[in-house]
Structure formats: structure tokens, C-alpha cells
């Protein structure tokens, strides 16, 4: 049977590499690179009988230490047979003169998220994000779901819905 004195060293043993292990993850809370938010607004529009566009207003808070650098964008929709779709990303430029082109899109609210951006750290923006796809716009609006897919320059991959 083991004497009080080594049962008492043993549990202050415990506590003291109970309070390093929480230390060490309390110091290092803001190093996990990840992208939080979600999609506000999605919109749907025809470009002509066989190929659509859809646009999607977003908002994403960056909660680490370090800024998330924009690698790809990608939106993908889950048509209403499963079928998953990825789109072709439309940038700024062109972003610009679709909403006057396409009415039914209405007012463009934010400025397109783009490759080489950087969200920093502790900092939330209102982006927004478009892709074509060569589908009717029937399809995408019976749509199922939709993501927004962002890739950090150095790996992580940041899901809004």
C-alpha cells in the first residue's frame, strides 16, 4: 500500500502537468488558421437557356492571430437529384458589369472576394462571391444546398453555408 506522502506528491505531480497542458493550449488558442460564417443572401440568374449564374453574399470572421490569405474560391451546388455542380468563378471585373446586365440579380451589396485576399486576423468582412454554371437556372433554383469553398495559401479550407 503506497504512504500518504507519495500519494500526496503524486496528485501535486497531476495538477502540475494538468496545468501545463492547459497553459500550452490556453497560449496557443489563436494559431488554428480557420474561416467562420455563413451565406446571407443567394441569388439566381439566367445568362441564356442552357447557362446560369448564381451569387452568393456572404459573411466571414477570421478568429486566429493570423490572417487567412485567399487561395481558390469555389461554390458548389447540390442539385435537387444530389447531382453535386461546381462553378466557374466569376472575378470583380466581370462581377461588375453582370449585375447591370442581369436586373434580376438586383443591386450588388459587396465587392467580389478575390485570390490574393487577405481576411486578417480577429477580422470579419462582407463579401460576396459569383460562379457560372452551365445549367438552366431552373435547375439552380431547385437547388438543395450550396458552398462556398475557400482555400487558404497554406492548406486549410474554410466551408460557408
Same mark, same amino acid.
Given at each position: 500500500?503506497?504512504?500518504?506522502? +507519495? +500519494?500526496?506528491?503524486?496528485?501535486?505531480?497531476?495538477?502540475?502537468?494538468?496545468?501545463?497542458?492547459?497553459?500550452?493550449?490556453?497560449?496557443?488558442?489563436?494559431? $488554428? &488558421?480557420?474561416?467562420?460564417?455563413? =451565406?446571407?443572401?443567394?441569388?439566381?440568374?439566367? &445568362?441564356?437557356?442552357? $447557362?446560369? =449564374?448564381?451569387?452568393?453574399? %456572404?459573411?466571414?470572421?477570421?478568429?486566429?492571430?493570423?490572417? %487567412?490569405? =485567399?487561395?481558390?474560391? @469555389?461554390?458548389?451546388?447540390?442539385?435537387?437529384?444530389?447531382?453535386?455542380?461546381?462553378?466557374?468563378?466569376?472575378?470583380?471585373?466581370?462581377?461588375?458589369?453582370? %449585375?447591370?446586365?442581369?436586373?434580376?440579380?438586383?443591386?450588388?451589396?459587396?465587392?467580389?472576394?478575390?485570390?490574393?485576399?487577405?481576411?486578417?486576423?480577429?477580422?470579419?468582412?462582407?463579401?460576396?462571391?459569383?460562379?457560372? %454554371?452551365?445549367?438552366?437556372?431552373?435547375? +439552380?433554383?431547385?437547388?438543395?444546398?450550396?458552398?462556398?469553398?475557400?482555400?487558404?495559401?497554406?492548406?486549410?479550407?474554410? @466551408?460557408? $453555408?
Amino acid at each position: 500500500m503506497p504512504s500518504k506522502t +507519495l +500519494l500526496i506528491c503524486a496528485g501535486i505531480g497531476l495538477l502540475v502537468i494538468g496545468a501545463m497542458i492547459g497553459g500550452g493550449l490556453f497560449a496557443t488558442r489563436g494559431t $488554428r &488558421l480557420e474561416l467562420n460564417g455563413s =451565406v446571407r443572401k443567394t441569388r439566381v440568374a439566367a &445568362l441564356s437557356a442552357t $447557362r446560369s =449564374v448564381v451569387v452568393l453574399d %456572404f459573411r466571414a470572421t477570421n478568429p486566429s492571430d493570423y490572417p %487567412f490569405v =485567399v487561395k481558390t474560391v @469555389e461554390v458548389e451546388v447540390t442539385l435537387a437529384n444530389g447531382k453535386k455542380e461546381i462553378g466557374q468563378y466569376v472575378p470583380e471585373v466581370d462581377a461588375k458589369t453582370l %449585375f447591370p446586365a442581369l436586373p434580376a440579380l438586383g443591386d450588388k451589396l459587396a465587392v467580389s472576394i478575390g485570390t490574393g485576399e487577405k481576411i486578417g486576423g480577429k477580422q470579419t468582412v462582407e463579401r460576396m462571391a459569383a460562379a457560372s %454554371f452551365l445549367l438552366p437556372e431552373s435547375d +439552380l433554383a431547385g437547388r438543395k444546398g450550396v458552398v462556398l469553398r475557400l482555400r487558404d495559401v497554406d492548406g486549410p479550407v474554410a @466551408e460557408l $453555408r
